[in-house]
C-alpha cells in the first residue's frame, strides 16, 4: 500500500525557517514527482511546487520563488520541504502528494496527513 | 477574476443529484484542459476523485466512489463534477484544479452540504 507519512506540528517565530519531510513507502521515489500544497486555517488549496523524484528537477510557484527549496533523499525515500523568512500568514497545513507530472502522473494521489506550521511570535 | 472561479457553497438532499462546477477565467477555454477534482472532508487531507477532459479523456482515481463523473459545459465555459445519489458522507469540500501558464492552479472550493 502507497502511503506518504509526514512530520510532525511545528511552531516557528516570524523570520524563522521549516522544513517538512515527507516519506514515502510501497514505492521508490525514483519513478515519481512529489508536489507541495499548502492550506491556511479555513482557506482554500494553494500549489507550492513539485519536485521529480528522479532528478531533483523542480518547478516552484512563482509566489514562494527564492524562499522555498524542496530536494529528496532516495536512500530514505523521503521528500523535504524548505520554507524559509516566515511569516504569520505562512500559517497553514502543509500536504505533500504524489503526482503534479504535466503529461505524466498529473493527479495528486496519494495525499500525506499533513503537517501543521504555526507562524507566531 | 481568478482563473478558477468555484460557488462557495451548495446544499442538496441524500439521494438526489448535485452539480458542482468550476467556471474558467473567460480569457481560457475549457475545452484546452483537464480538470482535475478533489474531495476534502473536515480534518482529512484531499482525495483525488477524477480527471476530465472529454468523454474519450477521463480517468478515475483508485479510490474514489463510483457516484462521481465529470463533464463540461463549454457555453459557461466550466467544468463540472456530478455527484449521483447523493450520500452523507459525500459532505464535504471539492476543489478543481487546472494546469495553466506553468503553475497548478485550484478553484476556491465548494463546501456541499447534504441535508
Known amino acids: 500500500q502507497t502511503q506518504l507519512v509526514q512530520s510532525g506540528p511545528e511552531v516557528k517565530k516570524p523570520g524563522a525557517s521549516v522544513k517538512v519531510s515527507c516519506k514515502a513507502s510501497?514505492?521508490?521515489?525514483?519513478?515519481?514527482?512529489f508536489t507541495w500544497v499548502r492550506q491556511a486555517p479555513g482557506q482554500g488549496l494553494e500549489w507550492m511546487g513539485w519536485?521529480?523524484?528522479?532528478?531533483?528537477?523542480?518547478n516552484y510557484a512563482q509566489k514562494f520563488q527564492g524562499r522555498v527549496t524542496m530536494t529528496t533523499d532516495t536512500s530514505t525515500s523521503t521528500v523535504y520541504m524548505e520554507l524559509r523568512s516566515l511569516r504569520s500568514d505562512d500559517t497553514a497545513v502543509y500536504y505533500c502528494?504524489?503526482?503534479?507530472?504535466?503529461?505524466?502522473?498529473?493527479?495528486?494521489?496519494?495525499w500525506g496527513q499533513g503537517t501543521l506550521v504555526t507562524v507566531s511570535s | 477574476q481568478a482563473v478558477l472561479t468555484q460557488p462557495s457553497s451548495l446544499s442538496a438532499s441524500p439521494g438526489a443529484s448535485a452539480s458542482l462546477t468550476c467556471t474558467l477565467h473567460?480569457?481560457?477555454?475549457?475545452?484546452?484542459?483537464?480538470i482535475y477534482w478533489y474531495q476534502q472532508r473536515p480534518g482529512s487531507p484531499p482525495q483525488y476523485l477524477l480527471r476530465y477532459k472529454s468523454d474519450s479523456d477521463t480517468q478515475h482515481g483508485s479510490g474514489a466512489p463510483g457516484h462521481f463523473s465529470g463533464s463540461k459545459d463549454a457555453s459557461a465555459n466550466a467544468g463540472i463534477l456530478l455527484i449521483s445519489g447523493l450520500q452523507s458522507e459525500d459532505e464535504a469540500d471539492y476543489y478543481c484544479?487546472?494546469?495553466?501558464?506553468?503553475?497548478?492552479?485550484f478553484g476556491g472550493g465548494t463546501k456541499l452540504t447534504v441535508l
Open positions: 519536485i521529480s523524484g528522479s532528478n531533483g528537477n523542480t
Open positions: 473567460s480569457g481560457i477555454n475549457v475545452a484546452s484542459y483537464r
Open positions: 502528494a504524489r503526482g503534479g507530472v504535466v503529461g505524466g502522473t498529473a493527479w495528486l494521489d496519494p
Open positions: 484544479m487546472i494546469w495553466h501558464n506553468g503553475a497548478w492552479v
Open positions: 510501497g514505492y521508490t521515489l525514483s519513478s515519481k514527482g
